[in-house]
């Protein structure tokens, strides 16, 4: 939900933490990457979470995560840290700008809601 709110709200932030991930990360051999993605993977987990405020940066981590973990997956250990390895891709696409773009466009006039299916169907 943080990810699609700040899409919405602060793309051009998330662009720019996305795309210093993306030029740092690409450049590492094997190892470096690996000792990269598990520091990114760390602070992700290791932030604080606060309901209904938005972090860009989360948000990065979070695309980041996605982009160069184990076939995209999201899982979490029993203590709610996100656990995936990382995936071993030649070159990720870790930052796609006009993807990020039409995407915030699209959801501007979306309103993201987080509830049980039940309690939300009449809103559709």
Same mark, same amino acid.
């Given at each position: 939900? &943080?990810? =699609?709110?700040?899409?919405k ?5 998330l662009?720019?933490? %996305? ?6 990360? *690409?450049? @590492?051999?094997?190892?470096? $990457? ?6 990114? $993977? ?14 860009t940066? $989360? ?6 995560? &996605? $982009?160069? /973990?184990? +076939?995209? @997956?999201?899982?979490? &250990?029993?203590?709610?840290?996100? +656990? ?6 030649? &070159?990720?696409t870790? /930052?796609?700008?006009?993807? %990020?773009?039409? *995407?915030?466009? *699209? @959801? ?5 809601? /987080?509830?049980? =299916?039940?309690?939300?169907?009449? %809103?559709v």
């Amino acid at each position: 939900m &943080n990810a =699609y709110n700040v899409i919405k709200t602060d793309v051009e932030d998330l662009i720019k933490k %996305l795309s210093k991930y993306e030029k740092e990360y *690409l450049p @590492l051999d094997l190892e470096e $990457r690996k000792e990269y993605y598990y520091d990114v $993977r760390n602070e992700y987990n290791s932030a604080e979470v606060k309901a209904g405020k938005l972090s860009t940066k $989360r948000a990065a981590e979070f695309i980041f995560l &996605n $982009r160069t /973990c184990f +076939n995209g @997956l999201y899982r979490v &250990n029993q203590s709610g840290d996100f +656990n995936v390895p990382m995936g071993k891709y030649k &070159n990720p696409t870790i /930052c796609d700008e006009e993807n %990020l773009r039409e *995407l915030s466009k *699209l @959801l501007q006039n979306v309103e993201i809601i /987080c509830g049980d =299916y039940q309690d939300t169907i009449d %809103l559709v």
